[in-house]
């Protein structure tokens, strides 16, 4: 059974930074892709940021330029660097890894950007 745990959630300053990080674990296999969804209320889920194991990388328009993905295939743990946070960026932030056949969420963790 894989499970995903998301951390580096919190509240932070408009024009802050902040780090999340998710870890796989419960699979011998590495992730084919690794990624990032967002989803604030009354809103649907939308994609941030995606990685595949090749380390291409593909980000939302709306985070283009202040946003990076990276991951570590060793640790099966993807990381979403935010920079330049904008009160928008406000949502739940979910990690996503996608196998061959089958895809998993982490429960989400609650990034808050406001004065």
């Known amino acids: 059974q894989v499970q995903l745990v998301e951390s580096g959630g919190g509240l932070v300053q408009p024009g802050g930074s902040l780090s999340l990080s998710c870890a796989a674990s419960?699979?011998?296999?590495?992730?084919?892709?690794m990624g990032w969804y967002r989803q604030a209320p009354g809103k649907q889920r939308e994609l941030v940021a995606g990685?595949?194991?090749?380390?291409?990388?593909n980000y939302a328009d709306s985070v283009k330029g202040r946003f990076t993905i990276s991951r570590d295939n060793a640790k099966n743990t993807v990381y979403l660097q935010m920079n330049s946070l904008k009160p928008e960026d406000t949502a739940v932030y979910y990690c996503?890894?996608?196998?061959?056949?089958?895809?998993?969420w982490g429960k989400g963790t609650l990034v808050t950007v406001s004065s």
């Open positions: 990685i595949t194991s090749g380390t291409r990388t």
């Open positions: 419960g699979s011998m296999l590495s992730p084919n892709t």
């Open positions: 996503n890894a996608g196998y061959y056949s089958m895809t998993y």
